[in-house]
């Protein structure tokens, strides 16, 4: 497989995992690149990765290269590329029907999906869902369920928050202006308040003696200024913020979201989009902070590949007929995907792997910021974490173009590695990965680091 300088502890390893047989981008590569930009529309490209096929949590290019995938399809493939049961899963359905609009007929993989959904989110109530094919999808069904079921028109969303790209859930995300830009008027009646990003706490306050200011401020500020509580349907949120920077928040936070929404009559919605299936340790990050949500939408990971997303919502809360529907949304063969998905979660432990794993990665990437000044912050919950590069770690300034050329420079060894965020690079790898995978990553993105350093 070739070797790859273990320089973060001045040793060289044999890697298991990454080969590369021709500098990437290779020629086969740069072709099919040259060729995406005459005819795909511009979107949101990150690294010249051409995928030819993938096992597990490698991925191997057009020009034969073995690359370590810490970005899992931007946190798709939970369970791996091309999981056996996965696959087996949806060649069987395939065989016997590929699609029958379960919104108008009826078939028992959407329900027995429905059910195992209605039965994983916290809190004691029944449960319905509504599914869709992508996690923006899910944002703008929750959106007309707060609004159809309260009669209210406001949301309150968060600085930093990514709920999707389509005019409803645009309107509620506010990550970065190029996704705002032009675009306007999106759908009015979104605020938006400062989430608790502690490393970078937008009333500059200390974690440990703020008491949950930003939570505080909510109800002391913004309703007793400038929106209306009673007008409000629902607080929009991400118990872990994924495409604004994979910002963690203290559990106070999330609990004092939850009690606001309680004495307030509005609905809270939890944006498990990127967060859940296990990725964070447990089943939904939610569950850290011991909080029930009254709406939870997922998608991404939900079908390993195949586009599902699921709006979970107490049953009371159904709208009328016709008020909302689909064509394919809970497509036979996503369904097979998904359910599939579900039992190898379940049967191979994969939410308790992957806790013990991102104890394991966490670790290291708190070791590799002892030797990279450029590090400012290390943050994440279960195989959902990241580090945060810096100019200063006094100043904080982000360090925006040296995590560009990190990412590059990793890419050229062979580690697949997403951006977040202003200046923040996040790593989220299958969780059926082992411990030798993840030091090989990090070996290689020691390796980016010194280079940039250079």
């Not at 916290?122 to 899910?138: I, L």
């Not at 509580?229 to 106070?252: D, H, M, N, R, T």
Request: hydrophobic share 40%; with cysteine.
């Amino acid at each position: 497989m070739g070797y790859i300088a273990g320089t973060l502890f001045g040793w060289e390893s044999m890697a298991r995992y990454a080969n590369i047989v021709v500098e990437p981008p290779g020629p086969r590569a740069r072709k099919v690149v040259e060729q995406d930009r005459r005819y795909i529309a511009t979107t949101t490209k990150t690294s010249p990765v051409v995928a030819e096929s993938a096992s597990g949590g490698v991925v191997r290019d057009v020009d034969g290269n073995d690359l370590l995938d810490f970005a899992s399809g931007i946190a798709v493939m939970n369970v791996g590329h091309s999981h056996p049961r996965v696959v087996k899963a949806v060649q069987e359905q395939a065989e016997r029907l590929f699609h029958f609009a379960g919104t108008d007929f009826y078939y028992s993989a959407q329900v027995d999906l429905a059910r195992r959904l209605a039965s994983s989110v916290p809190g004691q109530c029944e449960r319905k869902v509504f599914f869709s094919n992508s996690g923006t999808e899910s944002i703008e069904a929750a959106m007309k369920l707060v609004r159809w079921n309260t009669g209210r028109e406001r949301f309150i969303a968060f600085l930093g928050a990514f709920h999707g790209r389509t005019l409803g859930s645009l309107s509620l995300t506010a990550s970065r202006p190029v996704q705002q830009e032009r675009f306007f008027p999106t759908v009015p009646g979104a605020v938006h308040v400062p989430y608790a990003y502690c490393y970078r706490c937008a009333y500059g306050m200390e974690p440990s003696s703020c008491g949950a200011h930003c939570a505080r401020v909510i109800e002391e500020v913004y309703f007793q200024y400038n929106v209306p509580p009673e007008e409000v349907a629902a607080i929009f949120l991400e118990p872990v913020q994924g495409e604004g920077g994979y910002i963690f928040p203290p559990k106070q936070f999330i609990k004092d979201m939850a009690a606001i929404c309680r004495r307030h009559g509005i609905l809270l919605v939890d944006d498990e989009v990127q967060a859940g299936m296990g990725r964070t340790g447990r089943m939904w990050a939610i569950e850290h902070f011991d909080v029930a949500p009254d709406i939870l939408c997922t998608a991404k990971a939900l079908g390993s590949g195949l586009p599902i997303a699921a709006t979970i919502f107490p049953a009371r809360l159904d709208m009328g007929h016709g008020a909302h529907s689909n064509t394919f949304g809970g497509n036979l063969l996503a369904c097979a995907s998904a359910t599939a998905t579900l039992d190898v979660i379940e049967e191979e432990g994969l939410i308790e792997r992957a806790a013990s794993l991102g104890e394991h990665l966490h670790r290291r990437l708190k070791e590799l910021a002892e030797l990279h000044e450029i590090i400012g912050d290390v943050r994440g919950l279960g195989l959902m974490q990241a580090i945060e590069l810096v100019k200063d770690r006094e100043t904080k300034e982000h360090a925006v173009m040296e995590r560009e050329s990190v990412i590059t420079h990793a890419y050229k060894r062979g580690l697949i590695l997403l951006p977040a965020g202003r200046s923040a690079i996040r790593l989220i790898p299958p969780l059926t990965v082992d411990k030798d995978f993840l030091d090989e990553g990090i070996e290689i993105l020691d390796a980016a680091l010194r280079e940039v350093r250079k």
